[in-house]
């Protein structure tokens, strides 16, 4: 018998479950709040298939052997702004929150830090680690590649991961820009909800084993109540500019790192046959970056260094302020309705599918988490504690 969700799930509850799971899972108590804080920010900002709806595939990479919680880190080259580590199959939002703080630290040095991962996995949503610099007043870029499911424009062969990138820019008094997105026509959670829900996609973004585009998810999905079903076919690049966009984000994660494109990822993973999927992370301060050049402009006071989120905040507030084309609303800024929504869910509690609230629950009792026991959490900051 299904189990009715809430209407609203409180954001203290959601966050509760999840840290408890991440702890029957074997997770300390500062992996276990980064782990809870990602899934619950992505559930906040509208992006339930990186939130509730993936957690129980997270829970299934480290009951294989394929992910797990304090993972080693370990330093495979760090040359002033860049670095590469190996994040050792390491829980994905883990590793690379991690990535990102170093990131951080390198652009407070350098101006600009750029850290790749190699074997970080499943970093969830993508902006959750851009408004990780966002939040400190940084620019920060966040990619990662993964397992064959999209074709190259022209192609039908699943050659890319969906290959998500995410870009946030801190703006003054305004909610940040955040552009988060699949370099392929669409996610791999979107195309599966599609299929589950009986809809088609907004164009022939899918393509059968045999080559022929088509709009119906359900020649593509084996089994949608799978968040991580198998495909019978491929997603399909948006064009030769969404091919554009795979074939960076393969050159700047698996590529650059030396870890192979996700077209090695070809194969059913296990605990003694991972994938090598690989995360790409920058940062850039532009307090640092501006300094420098406008010491001699201001007479050395340096104050148009922190110029950058007033003219961002400026700029994108004239671009929401133009008249929308026939058939629309509004102009819209990629993150602000995220932001909103985010601002009403903390308040309202976050609304979910009721398959996925079941999910859930099942995978709480499982796990033989107390799935009604709740305390309010002391904070929603992601956090780990610093080793050398």
Partial sequence: MRVSPPARVPADQLRSIYERIAKALGAPDDEAAVFANCLLRADLRGKYTQGAALLPYLVSLVRDGQARFCAPWTVVSDTGPAAVVDGGYGMGSVVATRAMERAIEKAREYAIGVVWVRNGGDFAMASNHVLQATDQGIVGVAMRNGNPRVA???????????????????????PPMVIDMAAGSFSVGHTIMAARDGRKMPGPFITTQDGAYTDDPSILVADPADRESPFTGSIVSQGYRGYAWLLIVELFTGLLAGNGPSLDNDFEPSGDHRWTETMFFAAVDPARLLGGVTEAADGGNGAAAGSFARDAASLFARIAGMPPAEGFDRVRVPGWDAAAMEKEALSRGVALRPEVWDDLRRTAVDLDVDFHKHRRSAGAENTLRSET
């Fill in 152 to 174: 190259p424009w022209g192609g039908f062969t699943p050659t890319f991961g969906t290959d998500p990138i995410a870009l946030g820019v801190p703006c003054d008094g305004k």
